[in-house]
């Protein structure tokens, strides 16, 4: 059994003054438990796709019964001085009540100190560790989605090179090219981004000969599927960054493909107002604005129209504009500027969207998710146990195979709950895409040809 630690960690924990009143089992014992904590908090680093626009400092949240569970009722507390007092990490003892009771972040000193990978020396620990994890593999594998979930999460392998992902994340610029900077040392920079694509990375090609379901639930990096209140699933697969997934494929070799849904929180509001216009008999505004908006949501083209017709939002890139639209759905600000340009859009829609986030703003992202479950969850509950599939919120994993047959099953529950789109051609609602790069695309497969090619010239 292992977990992650940090390079000279032990050094400081052996020069504590606590530590070196301990008996020699228990102090193999605390040296485990710290690094559990270390693991612990690099998993909130790794599973949180937000903290990568976070501070370096940003706290994590780790309930006193999780602490009390893994690291004992009296060591718990043990632990979290010792850590504190060597500076290693930090805690905030702001207390929330029903969420956590405390919070930690990395101090300075440790976020220099580079991610290693140790065993569990202690028998005692090793053996509470495993009992844990078991247990809750056989709890959670009564539900069927889970157990769906996590079977499929163990036939997936990674075929491409970390140089990819790291090369992919790095942006060295021309001149840093130029000047060869190593590539590890700049995403280094980037910590939370580096450790969050390195223990993806290093945790999934860990496992590229492992098909059981438990040894992957036992694995350091998974997470036990969790279904919100909204009815959206999160689990390990869902947050695995884009540049892992590419690297990814089903067991076998099999390609990963997708299908989802486009603009899809937007298409899901839009749907929503729509129908409750519909069911106000609100005739009077079955006008331009309704019209546009079902035709926007028919064509996948609503991402476009907002690019093309308006000033604020017309020179952002893709991935920003799409950023600051669910931003100014989701935020509690009702006059920022994204949201009084969408205003001036889509008048009517906005206009019911911000009084649906009167009360409370958070009411929006809980029924833009929830309809989004709605769909995608139920569709998946439905697909065979045989085939191959993982729900990512608003996608489907699969095989190329399958694509197609997912793809209607989709669009079945669309109509199913939005009976104005019962008689419409859905085809450009949902897209079908391929994750995994091919097989020629694959940096060996490409510098193997590249240097063959180069080879031909000199002859």
């Known amino acids: 059994m292992k977990q992650y630690s940090l390079k000279g960690l032990q050094e400081l924990i052996k020069s504590s003054d606590e530590y070196s009143t301990l008996a020699s089992d228990k102090q193999i014992e605390i040296n485990d438990k710290c690094n559990w904590f270390v693991t612990r908090f690099i998993q909130g680093l790794a599973f949180n796709d937000k903290q990568k626009d976070k501070p370096e400092d940003y706290y994590i949240n780790i309930s006193s019964e999780e602490l009390k569970k893994y690291l004992g009722t009296r060591d718990y507390q043990v632990i979290i001085n010792l850590l504190t007092t060597i500076e290693v990490i930090k805690k905030n003892n702001k207390d929330s009540k029903g969420k956590f009771s405390k919070s930690f972040a990395m101090t300075n000193k440790s976020l220099k100190m580079d991610e ?35 079977d499929n999460t163990a036939k997936l392998i990674i075929v491409e090179q970390d140089s990819y992902y790291k090369s992919e994340i790095s942006n060295l610029t021309d001149e840093e090219m130029d000047n060869e900077i190593d590539p590890d040392k700049k995403i280094k920079e980037k910590k939370q981004q580096y450790y969050r694509y390195k223990t993806f990375y290093d945790e999934f090609k860990s496992l590229n000969g492992i098909t059981s379901p438990l040894e992957v639930f036992k694995n350091k990096i998974y997470q036990t599927p969790t279904i919100a209140k909204s009815g959206r699933i999160y689990h390990t ?105 969408l205003k001036t859009l889509f008048p009517n829609f906005m206009g019911w969207l911000n009084k649906v986030k009167t009360k409370n703003y958070k009411i929006a992202s809980h029924l833009g998710q929830s309809l989004e479950a709605n769909i995608f969850v139920e569709a998946y509950k439905n697909l065979p146990e045989d085939m191959f599939s993982l729900i990512i919120h608003d996608s489907i994993l699969c095989l190329e195979q399958d694509t197609n047959s997912i793809k209607q099953n989709l669009i079945d529950r669309t109509r199913e709950l939005f009976h104005i789109l019962k008689n419409e051609n859905l085809d450009n609602l949902f897209k079908i895409s391929i994750v995994s790069i091919k097989n020629e695309d694959l940096i060996q497969v490409k510098n193997e040809r590249l240097l063959n090619e180069y080879l031909k010239t000199q002859n």
Not at 126 to 132: Q, V
Not at 309 to 338: C, D, G, I, M
């Open 116 to 150: 290693v990978v140790v065993n569990v020396y202690s028998k005692a620990f090793a053996k509470r560790l495993t009992d844990i994890k078991e247990k809750a593999f056989y709890e959670a594998i009564k539900d069927p989605l889970i157990k769906k979930i996590l």
């Open 237 to 341: 697969v869902s947050s695995i960054p884009r540049y892992i997934r590419k690297s990814m494929r089903a067991y076998g070799g099999h390609y990963l493909w997708e299908v989802d849904m486009r603009a899809a929180q937007p298409t899901l509001l839009m749907l929503e107002w729509l129908k409750t216009i519909l069911k106000d008999n609100s005739l009077n505004a079955l006008g331009s604005e309704f019209i546009l908006c079902k035709n926007l949501i028919l064509t996948g083209g609503i991402y476009d129209y907002i690019k093309n017709n308006s000033t604020y939002f017309s020179t952002k890139q893709y991935q920003n504009l799409k950023k600051e639209v669910l931003q100014a759905f989701y935020e509690p600000n009702l006059t920022s500027s994204r949201n009084e340009e």
